[in-house]
């Protein structure tokens, strides 16, 4: 995608230049600034419309949003002009410091005045798709065209409610918006007008200024968008349009300044082309001349609160797919070896993290939370109530993962970033659910702990003949502890030690957490690990073990 510079040159103004008569409609006393200092996105959002609101409770009388990015999120973004919209009794200024590109440019077109500093650029926006890792990608025609819709859509009624040449600004969105710009003689009127227009009002086809490359030399006259594109803009427009244009009796009256954008190019202006367009009204470089230009006597400035910076590092995609797969290796390693806590408390942040934030901002659907919730209930209970039966479990590990499927995909599956997305999700997990099982494993041959994987050889087992299960344990463990009454050594979390005749053993709760000194009975055996149950009653002293 080829990002060019607008041609047009003149000299601008800057606020201290002359001695500004502030008009009516702008003069305010006490002025907000919000700045928009990094790529937009859905924190972005949030923290704008809290700042928004911090300032109209604060008395502003105008709002200036600072703007230095370059671009972001599209969802982010209409939700954003959306919101800039409708402050109907308070004036919105966007100020290019010192570039405003792609989502941005749209969000200081929402505004109802654009001021610029010396040397600022705001355009090119088009839609485009990224993957962390992967760079930009190239969007085909298709999705391409149904994602600048909502874009050109946005440009048009911004340029309708605020006086902006609509011709000009869909020039920001798409290619195949070729102008060029013509001026009445007598230097007060300006239009930008494409190939087609051009030949209505002069009979004959506009030159070919900015050619690059193998295209053609002769200026096409088909119109930027097909009769139905067209329609259906118009359709969605809440604003009727008035531009005007000469008829071809009086285009004696006007001349031709030059081509500005060219048949494949995304429009881009600086600070001088911004104020000969009309895009912007005043150049604008420090906070004196801000105040100057308003005729304000404070400036408050608004900033994002740390734990915005934080929430959007949190609920970056990398970051999301790091959590996911720490999470599911310290899960699997803390029910392979339960007891000590650590790599279940590991787990746990993780998983705190990847709800707490988006849902602090409102990111995280309710369904999300509750699947995820929801499949960590049903695994617990098939490990701590209802080990062997496996259904539980099953189910509880499917809405677990297209939980957390979900909540680490933002965009749209049927966009090729969500394709992207939810194709290295998936990878992500099958590959944590791999590393963790391996590294369970070894911790387990290592430590003779193998608790989790003889739940395992349990469910393989539901349905076999009891006297072969009941030889298979002889077979494997020298002496039957099943039936010995004894106390719990340490609490059972609901693993822990047991004391029978001297030796202690490792020994899980049927029954959830059992506290220390609590009787206990022997009712199975896993290997190394005995199965318990709490008694209701003292142990009795027929297998009273040492204390």
């Keep these: 995608m080829m990002m060019l510079t607008a041609w047009l040159v003149i000299s601008g103004q800057s606020a201290t230049d002359t001695n500004l008569t502030v008009p009516a409609g702008r003069q305010s006393d006490s002025v907000a600034i919000i700045d928009i200092r990094t790529p937009i996105d859905s924190i972005t959002s949030a923290s704008v419309k809290r700042r928004l609101e911090e300032a109209i409770k604060d008395g502003a009388d105008a709002i200036v949003f600072d703007l230095n990015t370059p ?14 919209k409708q402050q109907d009794e308070i004036l919105t200024v966007g100020w290019v410091n010192h570039q405003a ?14 001021i610029v500093t010396d040397g ?18 190239e969007l085909p025609t298709a999705e391409r065209a149904k994602l600048e819709a909502p874009l050109l859509t946005e440009v048009i009624d911004s340029a309708r409610r605020n006086g902006y040449d609509e011709k000009l600004v869909q020039s920001f969105v798409a290619v195949g918006f070729a102008l060029w710009e013509i001026e009445s003689l007598d230097g007060s009127k300006r239009r930008f007008i494409d190939a087609n227009e051009y030949v209505e009002i002069f009979g004959k086809k506009p030159p070919i200024q900015r050619l690059r490359g193998d295209q053609p030399k002769d200026a096409s006259t088909a119109p930027p968008l097909d009769a139905e ?34 048949q494949e190019e995304l429009l881009i202006v600086d600070s001088e082309s911004a104020l000969r367009t009309g895009l912007a009204t005043q150049k604008i470089s420090s906070m004196k001349e801000l105040m100057g230009y308003f005729g304000a006597a404070q400036t408050t400035e608004y900033k994002e609160h ?11 995609w990398p970051v999301r797919i790091i959590l996911v797969v720490v999470m599911i290796i310290t899960f699997l390693i803390e029910a392979a070896v339960p007891g000590s806590g650590i790599f279940g408390g590991i787990a746990l942040v993780c998983l705190g993290l990847l709800i707490g934030a988006p849902l602090l901002i409102g990111m995280a659907e309710w369904w999300e939370i509750v699947l995820i919730l929801t499949g960590l209930a049903l695994i617990a209970t098939e490990l701590l109530v209802t080990p062997g039966i496996g259904i539980i479990g099953l189910l509880g590990v499917t809405s677990l993962l297209v939980g957390l499927v979900s909540l680490v995909v933002t965009a749209d599956l049927g966009s090729q970033e969500g394709s992207q997305q939810l194709v290295t999700t998936i990878a992500a ?8 099982l391996s590294v369970a494993w070894w911790i387990s041959k290592k430590t003779g702990k193998l608790w989790l994987f003889n739940r395992l050889v349990l469910d393989a087992q539901v349905g ?30 609901p693993t822990g030690k047991v004391r029978i005749r001297g030796i202690i053993h490792d020994a899980r709760s049927n029954r959830g957490w059992v506290a220390e000194g609590t009787p206990v009975k022997v009712v199975n055996r896993f290997g190394e690990e005995l199965e318990v149950e709490p008694l209701d009653v003292p142990p009795s002293t027929k297998e009273s073990p040492d204390q």
């Excluded at 600022?120 to 990608?137: K, N, T, Y």
């Excluded at 997990?429 to 963790?436: D, E, K, R, W």
């Excluded at 463990?477 to 050594?489: N, S």
């Design 71 to 84: 671009g972001g999120e599209v969802e982010a973004m209409l939700d954003l002009c959306h919101t800039i």
């Design 101 to 114: 590109y792609s989502a941005g440019a749209l969000i200081a077109l929402a505004t109802e005045e654009i």
């Design 120 to 137: 600022a650029r705001m355009g090119d926006a088009a839609p485009i798709a990224a993957m962390p890792g992967m760079g930009l990608m």
């Design 229 to 262: 594109a067209s329609e259906m803009l118009e359709a969605m427009q809440e604003i009727p349009s008035d531009r005007t244009l000469p008829e071809m009796e009086t285009s004696a009256n006007w001349k031709l300044t030059g081509q500005i954008v060219g």
């Design 306 to 316: 740390w734990s915005e910076h934080l929430a959007r590092f949190l609920i970056s």
């Design 429 to 436: 997990i099958a590959v944590s659910l791999l590393a963790g």
């Design 464 to 493: 076999m003949d009891s006297n072969l299960v009941e030889l298979n344990q002889f077979e494997t463990q020298p002496e039957d502890l099943t039936g010995c009454e004894t106390k719990a050594e340490t609490d059972l979390r």
